[in-house]
């Protein structure tokens, strides 16, 4: 990994646990449905910056070198991936 990437990826994961542990005691403290909620989308948009990060790390390396490396199956591991990724975000609940 990038040293920054991996850096700010640790300091991210780690708002995330204290994040889950609050959002944990909040339930069962039964508080109010909207600050749970909130907390819950903010622990969301939180687990969205570390997959942002997580992201720029893989296509400064890995992707980057499949895509330079000439090897057609590298080409083709490097697309397949990306976007089963995309369907993956893109998916939608009924």
């Not at 780690?14 to 039964?30: D, F, S, V």
């Not at 909130?38 to 948009?45: F, G, I």
Request: glycine letters at 4%.
């Amino acid at each position: 990994m990038i040293e920054d990437l991996k850096k700010r990826a640790i300091h991210r994961s780690k708002i995330l646990e204290g994040q889950i542990k609050g959002l944990r005691k909040m339930i069962e403290n039964e508080e109010y449905c909207m600050d749970i909620l909130t907390q819950s989308l903010a622990m969301q948009k939180s687990l969205a910056s570390l997959n942002k990060l997580m992201l720029e790390n893989h296509l400064q390396t890995h992707v980057k070198h499949m895509l330079s490396s000439g090897d057609p199956a590298e080409f083709d591991k490097a697309t397949k991936e990306l976007l089963e990724l995309y369907e993956l975000n893109n998916v939608r609940s009924k």
